[in-house]
């Protein structure tokens, strides 16, 4: 007979240090963000360079339309950011932040995986 072990301090210790519950939502639906190939694209074309939206419909094939709702959602998400020259809006990545989240993505999809024996 096995005599089951004490998680309680475990417990305490886990749900003292994790976020609450509304952090965690914000945090999925920022993830959800980058679970859009559209976006993603956008991302990686902004990574390269500043564009504006005539560049990143001509670039993806889309409309300028759907290119701007796209932009949208990533701006009001703070990961893109705006600056005007005359009348035409450029978009950039908007901190190193979104880099790092992309990079650390992208390192994860690609490392050698481990077999469990």
Not at 32 to 57: P, Q
Not at 72 to 99: C, I, S
Request: net charge negative.
């Amino acid at each position: 007979m096995t005599v089951p072990h004490d998680h309680r301090a475990l417990l305490e210790r886990v749900a003292l240090l994790s976020p609450g519950d509304e952090r965690i939502c914000d945090l999925a639906d920022l993830f959800k963000i980058f679970g859009d190939t559209t976006r993603m694209r956008i991302l990686y074309a902004l990574w390269e360079s500043e564009m504006c939206v005539c560049a990143l419909a001509e670039y993806l094939g889309m409309t300028q339309s759907a290119v701007s709702h796209q932009l949208k959602v990533l701006r009001e998400n703070n990961l893109v950011g705006t600056r005007r020259e005359g009348k035409t809006v450029f978009y950039y990545l908007a901190d190193d932040h979104v880099r790092t989240i992309i990079a650390q993505g992208w390192d994860h999809l690609t490392e050698e995986r481990k077999e469990n024996p």
